[in-house]
C-alpha cells in the first residue's frame, strides 16, 4: 500500500508510478530460469536425460530472448527519460498526428510501442504533455494519462490522421478476436478428429490414447469459448457521473490490482467499490477529481468504469452498506 504522502498531487505526477512499473516489468525473471532448471532435474530423474541436451538450450534461448526483450523495451528508455523528468517540466504542445508520428513545432517524432487507440486521442486533442528531446529522445504524455510513451526524432511523417470516437473497448475487441480465432481452429480439429474417429473407429487397446487426444482438443476449446464470451464487448451507453472515492493502492508490483473504494448512487447513497484490474490512469483520476463515470445507469452490481475521453474500463461492483460507509471515516 502506498502511504497518502506518496500519492501524486497532480495527474502528470503519476508518470513515477508509471515509470516504476514500467521498470518493474523489465526487471531480470530469476525465477523463470529457476523453473527451468527444475524442469531438468525432473526431467532427467524420470529417465529423458538425452532429450535434456535439446530442451535446456531451447529452454535457456527462450529465456534470454525473453529478458532481452523486456529490458529493450521497459528499462532501455526510462532511464533517459526519468534524466529528462527531472531537469524539464511537462510542457503543453500544440501536434498534428501523421500515422504513427506526430508533428510538434515543425519536428517529426516517432512513438513506437503507442497503441493506435491511445495515438487516437493525440488526433481528437491535436495536444500532447512534452518533455525534451535531448540526443533524439523526448517523452510525451497524452491528456487524460499520466503514462510516459518514448518519441524519437524522426525525419519524414506520414498523412494526417482523422479524429475517431474513443473506443473503450479495444482490449476486449482484441481479446475476442483471438480466442474467437483459436477457438475456431480447435473447432476444426474436434471436427476432423470425429470424422478421423467415425471413419475408422479405434481398437478397444487404442480407446484411451484416443481420450486424450478428444482432450487435448475439447478442454482447450471450452477455455478459449469462455474467453470469448466474457470478452465479448458491452453494448453501447452513455457516462453517467457519480461521485466517488478510492483508497491507496501498490502499483509498482502489479500494474491493475484490485481497489476498494466508495461511490454515491442517486437515491441510494453510499456504497463500497470493488475495482477489479484498475487501470492506474482510471485511479488517479478517479482520486484526483473524487468522480466516477459508470457507464449506463449507476445501480448495485457489477458496472463498467472507464473515463469518457480516453480508452481505459474496469468492472467493478457496487454494494455494501451505506452506514458502514458514512462512519467509516
Request: hydrophobic share 50%; charged share 20%.
Amino acid at each position: 500500500m502506498l502511504p497518502v504522502a506518496h500519492l501524486p498531487a497532480f495527474e502528470s505526477d503519476s508518470t513515477a508510478l508509471h515509470l516504476a512499473h514500467l521498470r518493474e516489468r523489465g526487471r531480470v525473471p530469476w525465477e523463470w530460469l529457476a523453473w527451468i532448471g527444475l524442469l531438468v532435474v525432473l526431467h532427467a530423474a524420470s529417465g529423458f536425460e538425452t532429450t535434456d541436451f535439446i530442451g535446456l538450450p531451447v529452454g535457456l534461448a527462450a529465456w534470454l530472448g525473453w529478458t532481452v526483450w523486456r529490458r529493450l523495451r521497459f528499462v532501455r528508455w526510462t532511464r533517459p527519460a526519468e534524466a529528462l523528468l527531472r531537469e524539464q517540466p511537462w510542457l503543453p504542445v500544440d501536434v498534428s498526428l501523421r500515422g504513427r508520428r506526430i508533428v510538434a513545432g515543425g519536428t517529426v517524432f516517432a512513438l513506437p510501442g503507442m497503441p493506435r487507440e491511445v495515438r487516437n486521442v493525440i488526433a481528437r486533442t491535436g495536444r500532447v504533455w512534452f518533455v525534451g528531446p535531448d540526443g533524439g529522445l523526448a517523452v510525451i504524455r497524452v491528456e487524460g494519462s499520466g503514462r510516459p510513451w518514448r518519441a524519437r526524432v524522426r525525419r519524414r511523417a506520414g498523412r494526417v490522421t482523422a479524429p475517431r470516437a474513443v473506443d473503450h473497448w479495444w482490449r476486449k475487441r482484441r481479446r475476442f478476436r483471438l480466442a474467437a480465432g483459436f477457438a475456431g481452429l480447435f473447432a476444426a480439429a474436434l471436427v476432423a478428429l470425429l470424422v478421423a474417429t467415425v471413419i475408422e473407429p479405434p481398437a478397444p487397446d487404442e480407446i484411451a490414447y484416443v481420450l486424450v487426444a478428444y482432450g487435448m482438443v475439447v478442454v482447450p476449446l471450452a477455455a478459449l469459448v469462455f474467453v470469448a464470451r466474457r470478452s465479448r464487448p458491452p453494448a453501447p451507453g452513455t457516462w453517467t457521473r457519480i461521485a466517488g472515492a478510492v483508497d491507496d493502492a501498490d502499483y509498482i508490483e502489479d500494474d491493475e490490482p484490485l481497489v476498494h473504494g466508495w461511490a454515491v448512487l442517486p437515491e441510494i447513497g453510499p456504497v463500497e467499490v470493488e475495482i477489479g484490474g484498475c487501470p492506474l490512469d482510471l485511479y488517479t483520476d478517479i482520486w484526483f477529481h473524487r468522480r466516477m463515470y459508470v457507464l449506463g445507469r449507476p445501480r448495485p452490481g457489477e458496472v463498467v468504469l472507464g473515463l469518457p475521453g480516453f480508452p481505459v474500463t474496469a468492472t467493478a461492483f457496487l454494494g455494501g452498506e451505506p452506514s458502514l460507509i458514512a462512519t467509516s471515516e
